[in-house]
């Protein structure tokens, strides 16, 4: 280890003369610590797209103690006590990567460090604990155990990821089990990933031999990753590191990396909105993304994703609109898409918890019933919907709003009772024999007809739902909406036919 | 009411402190109305949003007497006589709410004002009258009637838009009726809706109880909306509410709102193709998006919708290369998208008029053959397609030009010959009573291979030629273009082979 | 023709007139010389928006012996020897289109000079040679040859482009030839036509009668056009004219052209994935994409295409982390899509010259088994993968890296396995008459369950690689990823036993 700290200091030196007699950069604003300067002095040189990203930072120039003096409502450090170690210096390499180093089962001796190469959520918390304590009750800190921890799902993955082989002799087709490699690249790019340390590997870098922990399902920015100190969540999903921009996290794009799919279209439905285009036409060039408070009507005129479903906004002389929070649906009486029905929100982030009175790992029966216990009440959900329509109603009248509201809450109705439909019908299909299913203990997803029925409800009723709730017009007719839904429905019922009747000839 | 009125005015006084000492945002240019300003004094704080783009817009700075004033080829008003109450001051909230109240079936006592919720192209036509009675001439403004009015049309809406049920005992598959909102929230929701008043209600607002209109239909900001006041349309589909902003009806995304689907991929293609790519690239960070007239070559260097369709265009030195026009296909010899079959334009922007000589609702047989006399004549297709063609001249040569309109006018052939092989297979199924059509007086759609059929014009077709005409490249081959056209044809016969020789068995 | 220039001189008159007193604004820079000034007498008013662009060009203010005195790394131009006649003044009209006048086919009399409409890299590599060289080798300059003389897929194009015609009597559904304009219009755009002359013509113009050459394949931009001078490719496709903006050429939109539909889907795995996140977000309104060298870090936070694929990458001290390059696959060591296996890239651009061992116009069997000798080298990938992860580097540790690269050839061998399945059953179908394939020397793309096949490899297992390749998360699974992939595995099988069934019956 200590040739490598040899090593690096020459080519220090060499870099400092080459950087020349400026101030660097990141010095405009609160100073860096010894430490940080120290991962600088190698990294400026070995990374510098991820040395620029953070020197363009609010963090590279900030101190924690400058950023506590903001009155409260512009306050973006939400943590009373940061420790005085850390208070007075901007927030840069050191400050993160050796932080909370005993709790850190990635923790790593590196040129006299002990460093960490996975930041969590519970390292953020130093400064940022309400958020990071929302986020733990956010559906999305649990998103790897929602889906790893719920046996539906689980076939849904097998189904999805599998390797399918195919024997001629027999014609069967069968899926093998297939590597953490695959889900890692797959569900669990968003879901997250498992982040575990499996060993010690040494490497030949610029500056000599060193050692670095092997990290299983690294790398993974997922909202759920399970990270090596236990916590749950990375915050760079949405706080795209090193810059860790409000602006970036308050703009669509963050959100469409996850939901743009057809399972979850948010991002494409928003930006066929009214709102998505108001942003893409004139709010991206003219919008003020870094005001805290956010002001509506001053600093943007239309909602970004942020707006409604996270960010702090307020009217000009200080109102508060909205609360921040993390816990993104805090506003949301309904949830929407990933399940078989769309149902009031469940009660906890643990959704791997609930069962149906049939015993199903769904907040829903398989003809719609909600599990009661584990969702939130009527109640509940008319003070989010109370919260939400304020958001509406900053820039539309209250006939608009309430218009806007039973219309999509019919849309939900709708589009449980088309899915409600599919599934009876996929029911009698699996009662008949034309497919196998839970009864004959086969994976619910690993045949074609099976795949038709996951449609209605994974992507067109989904779409129908989202194009309702936010305006995306073709969403909800025939980009993936009811025009798909309904002609799913037909070739569910032209599939029974011929089987049914292959069958009884 | 009278309630109402004290609690708004004692919160405005707290509000008019709050402000401060300096001018309203809005006083930068023409003074605005007293009526105006006494809406502003509730609705700032209750729809700051609202408020807040009208505040951005030119509407709030200027006097449509100052407007007037401008060189004709700079004006951005045409009615010649402004009634001189409304000509002083700045285009606020009353004066386009309190306008025509006498015609406006949803006009209401509000604060002791005569109010209407819904501002409508003939309140617009008070200062914009010449682009008004050009949107009347415009298919757009009829599309509620065009859809609704059409019986075939509607088989359309009721198999996409209704209630599937399924009965398992008979296996039978029905179609229920469906409910208005649904279709406000699919079809109509860019067709538009009609919004009538239906009743009366009493709010308990911010300002004490009030009385509202409760209006059917709303809300909806559809082009063909048919209003209380009698008239078709919205101008705030386009020209977005409170901006009302030149610069995003010129922009691409405000067409995508309903261009964008699968059924009209126009935007999609603009995106993908070279004129898309200028714009992304370069246009939205440097065009002046705001000048009137739009100068080619100084303005703009690549078309926009609004180039080629809408916008007044001129060269450097004054000369008018196309005229402004809201009836929007003045340079369009041809219609390519939402009918079976690529045809000459419509005499008439109210479609639901039209027969073939066999009696079909279309403006062609199924042959493909055009319902002559409800077309406009290939003299007038000449016109269009010279007008069209300036524009294209300002950026090409004339081999380019002669070249591309020779290969998309062949596209729109081969398009309508693939339409016509698919038509035909659909005819032979219909025949052999392979699935239930016209002479069964069954709905068209609602068999899945009904729906391949309408795939192949309604989709793909349409994406051969829109990608044709604008050069969208892969939106001709693999996104939904011939890659896809071609093999629903090959999926038809597939399935005509298959049925037909069960049912031969 | 001495008519013609008459006409243009009085023109000219009125037209300098109204330009007025101030200096023409391209002439800020070089001077443009006496040739091009006389083509913009005419153009200037004939094709304002085509002048346009190129007036807001580096080419319209900058000579080559100008761009030639920057220092090695900040040099635009790469030729050595650019001759003295076109050194010192700007690049304008003249300079590139009568260039290597007796090399065009297409040249012409005009105006007195002799000129040709189709630049080529010829022409560009005046000034460009090093980058002219370059994209010799590079496998877009053989787009045209390497699909057109493929035999493979001459029936894909044969399938999807032709003319199909139904027999009702027979049932037969036949693909007629189709013409070279539908080609053209569908895959030739973007892989490039063949511009020939084919004689001339006299058109009346403003400027009285002219006569231009009749150009087959025009208009063109494709990559691997074949010119009137033998070259091949378009400059153009992406130094888009007239004003050839390395700003353009650098931002993603200019490959999503033609890198966007689901046969290549890189531009919205590109958008979706972070790096393009942060490009939408930040990037687009901050980053300086003029800068030459480009410094990461400084210029640039996250990769553009450009940025791993093409442009001079370097540090602020000068250090080059990637030279510019043409051959884009120089960073590859895997061909991703296009072809029914994932493979080591082709050693040579001109594919139609690779036979398998078994004789089959491809880099591999049907089995995925690469064709050795014509596909470069384990080592040789290994220095391109080396190449890329350099890039890599610059934002990301290497255990990132290592990780990152690990499991993205896993996704490699895990789709191709899953193509392999798809080519088994296939076969299968072939093998037992329930599909004409190349045995019965039928077209292997004609019938809906081969295109199923071409499916699983041409769209979905090339998403699946695409999104691993740069992190495009919901395209690796719901949006043509996995989760199609694996169903229509599930559909073959599906139509294999139906129709497996049928025919023992």
Known sequence: MKRARIVAASVVGTFLILWGASAPPWAAGAETSAETDECLECHLQLNPGMAGAWQKSRHARTSPAEALEKPALQRRVSSENIPESL????????????????????????????????????????????????????????????????????????SVNGDYVFDESSGALTVEAHDASTDADSCLFCHGTVVEVKGVETRDTDFGELDFPVLSGWPNRGVGRVNPDGSKGSCGACHTRHRFSIEMARKPHTCSECHKGPDVPSYKVYQASKHGN???STGKKEWDFQAVPWVVGKDFTAPTCAVCHVSLVATEDGTVVSQRTHRMNDRLPWRLFGLVYAHPHPESPDTSVIKTPSGLPLPTELDGTPAKEFVITAEEQGKRREAMQRACLQCH??????????????????????????????LS?????????VARKDNIFNESIERKWADVWLIYANHVR??????????????????????????MKDWLDARGKAKAD
């Open 87 to 158: 208070a007075g210096s901007a927030v840069g390499c050191a400050e993160c990567h050796t932080l909370n180093a005993d709790k850190h089962g990635d923790s790593f001796e590196h040129n006299g460090y002990t460093v960490h190469t996975v930041v969590t959520p519970e390292d953020c918390a130093t400064c940022h604990s309400v958020e990071a304590d929302q986020y733990k009750q956010n559906l999305m800190s649990h998103a790897h155990g929602n889906l790893v921890n719920n046996a539906l799902y689980q076939q849904l993955v097998d």
């Open 429 to 437: 299909i699996w009662n008949r024999g034309l497919a196998s299913g």
């Open 397 to 426: 009248g209250s006939s608009w709003v309430d218009g806007h509201w039973s219309r999509f809450e019919r849309a939900i109705e709708a589009s449980n009772q088309a899915t409600l439909t599919a599934s009876r019908m996929m």
């Open 278 to 280: 108001i942003y893409a």
């Open 466 to 491: 989202l194009s309702s709730a936010m305006c995306g017009a073709d969403y909800g007719v025939f980009d993936r909406g009811r025009y798909y839904l309904t002609r799913t429905l037909q070739e």
